[in-house]
Structure formats: structure tokens, C-alpha cells
């Protein structure tokens, strides 16, 4: 056998008291796992608890247990915290579902559901930015207040200083500033001068939606490729970066991707049917289902809408492409090739979730953008960017939350991010 000398600092997830001994499990927070700690009942103590936090001092040694490699053999116990268990929301041995823990968003990351989680999280976030390293991107920090509206849907949140202002002055930047809804046209900028650009940060839409899938504040990864041909080099980068973020949470957190769903989907190929809206429309009409929403060309695509489309094609990811133009924003490109007016658009749509990712070719004919009303004015310098060393390009966004969602089989958005933002919540 071996012997080391080890302290661990951690939090108390379960305790046991036998005749001669006592058995606690001290989890720190770096895995699921948790470290099994065995004590002779003398240094119990009434005020180690289930959440309680301490330090523990002892030898480790190889365990007799075959689940568990390593043990520690405590000889000494402090504790640094109490947590009473009365007051304390959480049971010992008590599987807490994920609606009751989101009640108290100051402790639930003390449950191992919700601990798995973040690090599930902090987890496809590195993967994210690896698969953008490894494929040549450039990572680019749009800002998060802006002077734009991208989407041009009216989901903006103004930013103003509090107290008391300057009476001279209208408002802190002299025009009218937001939080960002999208850094799009911030990566359309740089795609005038790197090929490849990504970004991934906060984005914030003043939805008035209590739905399972907004929030107010949520994680948005947006990608913009230049010299692009058609809409394939986008839903290229799509696919690949959803199987390759996939495959990487698989291969580094199994253990909590475990403990959250058994079942997994691991980066699916994507359904090649149903790629054109006019195809989602017809498979729509072709069904028996009874929509609630009007399921007409040039009517919006819904969430039963997409909820049917992606069951209808075998519960996988499908894309839907060239949607009507006038349902897309003032960048997308005009299909002028085709007989309906379309834009050169694509959604990934994804099972439990629906929609994942939006995405376009961008219009990069100077003289169809100019003919848009009111460009000219406001947007001067997104025509300049036609002007100078213009490429076709393109990109999308793929919402961070939904993603998680998506791969973990999580039904409520407010369970995958650490403090969730939406209509009359805003805690801590
Ligand atoms: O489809 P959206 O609005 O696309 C854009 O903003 C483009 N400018 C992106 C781009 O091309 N660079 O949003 C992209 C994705 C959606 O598919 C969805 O997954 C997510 O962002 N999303 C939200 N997620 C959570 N809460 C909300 N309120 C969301 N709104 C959009």
C-alpha cells in the first residue's frame, strides 16, 4: 500500500455514523466525485452536516472498495462552516428536482445536479472556443453595448447612467445606446479583413417571453466566414462545431453528463430532408397535426412548427433554408434566382428545443442594400464595408443555452445557466 499526507477543503455531501467509525464524503467542487473520508467516531461532531464546510487532514490510502480508488484516513477534522440542516433547502439523500433547487438561485449550486451542470458548462464553453482554435478563427470581442439594433425587432434594452445627469448633456454617448442583441455586424466588419471570426459572449433581449426557451441575458457563439459560395459553408461550420463540441463534453465530463441524461445525443448527422422552407411548409401541410399557428408561405415558422419538423425527420437536427425574404432582417442576401422571393436563410432546428441556430449569407451588393430604405442613413458605414474589399460572406448564431438544453435533454433554459435573466426576474 501507500500513504500521503492530505488535506482536502471541501463541502460535506453525506454522513454516516457506525459503531467505530464515521464515513463522510467531502466534494470540492472539481468533479462529481466525491472523496471518502474515514474517521473514528471520536472526531465527530455534531456540527458536520450535510453541507457543512471543512477541512480535513489525514493519510490517503488505497480504498478496499472497488468503487472508489482512494480514501483518506482522517485525523483531523475542522469545521469551517455549519450549515444547519433545518433551515438548510436541500436534504440529505434527497434527489431535488430541478424546478424545486431554481427556487434558490443563491444555493442550488450546491446540489450535484446543478454543480454537474456549470461544470458541464464551463466545459462546452472551452470546447466551443477549441473547435473555432483548431479550425482557424480569429476570436473577436464585439461590444456589449452598442449603437445598433442588428435584428431591427425592437427586443432592445437602452443603456443610461443611474443618478443624476448632466442637464446639458441628452444622454452618456450622445445617441441612443443598447445592449447588444447580436455582434454580427461587428463580426461583418472584421470579415473585411480575417476569413474566419467568431464570438461568444453575452446577449440580451428585452423578450417579453416566459417560455422554456428565452431569456433576457443569454450566451450567444456567432461565426462569420468570408468567400463564401453558398449557404453549405455555413451549415458546414454548424454541423461540425456542434458534433465536435458534443463529442468533447462527452470525453470530458461523462460522469456528470451521466447524472443528467442517460441518453445523450451526440453530434447527430444532420436530416438532409426538409433543407428548404418550401419543403418545411409542405411537410407542415401534409401532416394531420392541428397547428395553432398558420402554417401559409411567408408565414413564420413557430415552435410546434419546428418541434413537428424535426420529429417528422426522425428526431434529428435539420436545417431549413431560404426562408421568405421578407420574414429576414435588412443583411440577409436575396435569393434572386428563385421564383418566391427568398433570402438566402438557414435555422438548425434541433430536437426538445426547436430552433438552435440562425444564420444567413449577407447581402453584399452595394447597390440592393442601398435600395433599402432608410440603410444609407443609419447604417453609412455597413455600406462603406460593400465598398472596401467586399466578399461574399455569411455566418449565424447559435444560442449557448439551448444548445445545453439540447444535448442534456434539460426542459427548462432557466436550469442550464448559472443566473437566469427574463421578464420580472432579475435575482441577485
Ligand atoms: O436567430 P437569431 O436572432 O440570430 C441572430 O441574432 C443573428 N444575428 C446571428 C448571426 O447570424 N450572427 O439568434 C440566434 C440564436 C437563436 O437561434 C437562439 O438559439 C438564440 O440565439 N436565441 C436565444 N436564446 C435564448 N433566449 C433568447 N431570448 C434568444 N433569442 C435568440
Keep these: 500500500g501507500f500513504f500521503i499526507f492530505f488535506l482536502i477543503k471541501g463541502w460535506v455531501r453525506s454522513v454516516r455514523a457506525q459503531k467505530a467509525n464515521l464515513f463522510l464524503h467531502v466534494n470540492d467542487g472539481s468533479s462529481l466525485l466525491s472523496l471518502q473520508v474515514v474517521a473514528s467516531s471520536e472526531l465527530n461532531d455534531p456540527l458536520l452536516t450535510f453541507g457543512?464546510?471543512?477541512?480535513?487532514?489525514?493519510?490517503?490510502?488505497?480504498?478496499?472498495?472497488?468503487?472508489?480508488?482512494?480514501?483518506?484516513?482522517?485525523?483531523?477534522?475542522?469545521?469551517?462552516?455549519?450549515?444547519?440542516?433545518?433551515?438548510?433547502?436541500?436534504?440529505?439523500?434527497?434527489?431535488?428536482?430541478?424546478?424545486?433547487?431554481?427556487?434558490?438561485?443563491?444555493?442550488?449550486?450546491?446540489?450535484?445536479?446543478f454543480s454537474s451542470l456549470l461544470r458541464i458548462r464551463?466545459?462546452?464553453?472551452?470546447?466551443?472556443?477549441?473547435?473555432?482554435?483548431?479550425?482557424?478563427?480569429?476570436?473577436?470581442?464585439?461590444?456589449?453595448?452598442?449603437s445598433n439594433d442588428c435584428e431591427g425587432a425592437g427586443e432592445l434594452f437602452q443603456v443610461e447612467p443611474s443618478g443624476p445627469q448632466n442637464e446639458e448633456e441628452e444622454n452618456f454617448f450622445s445617441v441612443p445606446a443598447f445592449l447588444t442583441v447580436s455582434g454580427q455586424l461587428h463580426l461583418e466588419v472584421m470579415s473585411g479583413a480575417f476569413s474566419r471570426v467568431y464570438t461568444f459572449g453575452p446577449t440580451f433581449r428585452a423578450e417579453n417571453s416566459q417560455s422554456r426557451r428565452h431569456l433576457a441575458e443569454f450566451y450567444m457563439v456567432e461565426a462569420e466566414v468570408s468567400f463564401t459560395q453558398s449557404l453549405e459553408d455555413l451549415t458546414k461550420v454548424m454541423e461540425?462545431?456542434?458534433?465536435?463540441?458534443?463529442?468533447?463534453?462527452?470525453?470530458?465530463?461523462?460522469?456528470?453528463?451521466?447524472?443528467?441524461?442517460?441518453?445523450?445525443?451526440?453530434?447527430?448527422?444532420?436530416?438532409?430532408?426538409?433543407?428548404?422552407?418550401?419543403?418545411?411548409i409542405d411537410i407542415l401541410n401534409r401532416s394531420s397535426e392541428k397547428f395553432a399557428f398558420p402554417t401559409d408561405w411567408g408565414c413564420d415558422l413557430q415552435t410546434e412548427h419546428e418541434k413537428y419538423l424535426?420529429?417528422?425527420?426522425?428526431?434529428?437536427?435539420?436545417?431549413?433554408?431560404?426562408?421568405?425574404?421578407?420574414?429576414?432582417?435588412?443583411?440577409?442576401?436575396?435569393n434572386q434566382d428563385h421564383p418566391e422571393h427568398t433570402a438566402a436563410a438557414v435555422d438548425l432546428l434541433v430536437p426538445g428545443v426547436g430552433e438552435l441556430c440562425g444564420g444567413s449569407l449577407r447581402e453584399e451588393r452595394l447597390d440592393l442594400l442601398r435600395a433599402r430604405a432608410g440603410l444609407e442613413d443609419t447604417y453609412s458605414w455597413y455600406l462603406d464595408l460593400r465598398r472596401f474589399g467586399s466578399v461574399p460572406h455569411g455566418g449565424f448564431g447559435l444560442g449557448f443555452e439551448r444548445y445545453l438544453q439540447c444535448i442534456l435533454g434539460v426542459d427548462n433554459i432557466k436550469d442550464v445557466i448559472p443566473f437566469p435573466r427574463f421578464s420580472h426576474s432579475c435575482l441577485l
Design 240 to 280: 461540425d462545431m456542434f458534433r465536435s463540441a458534443t463529442e468533447h463534453v462527452l470525453a470530458h465530463c461523462a460522469e456528470d453528463v451521466d447524472l443528467f441524461h442517460k441518453h445523450v445525443t451526440p453530434g447527430h448527422r444532420v436530416s438532409p430532408e426538409g433543407r428548404l422552407f418550401n419543403l418545411a
Design 310 to 334: 424535426v420529429k417528422h425527420c426522425g428526431n434529428i437536427p435539420v436545417f431549413v433554408t431560404d426562408y421568405p425574404y421578407d420574414l429576414k432582417p435588412f443583411y440577409a442576401r436575396d
Design 122 to 146: 464551463s466545459e462546452a464553453a472551452t470546447a466551443v472556443h477549441s473547435y473555432f482554435k483548431e479550425n482557424g478563427f480569429v476570436q473577436i470581442h464585439t461590444p456589449v453595448i452598442t
Design 52 to 113: 457543512s464546510a471543512v477541512e480535513v487532514t489525514g493519510t490517503l490510502r488505497k480504498s478496499p472498495h472497488q468503487n472508489q480508488p482512494v480514501e483518506l484516513e482522517a485525523q483531523q477534522i475542522h469545521v469551517v462552516g455549519e450549515c444547519n440542516p433545518v433551515d438548510f433547502p436541500f436534504k440529505i439523500k434527497e434527489r431535488h428536482g430541478l424546478e424545486y433547487i431554481r427556487q434558490f438561485p443563491h444555493l442550488r449550486c450546491r446540489t450535484n445536479a
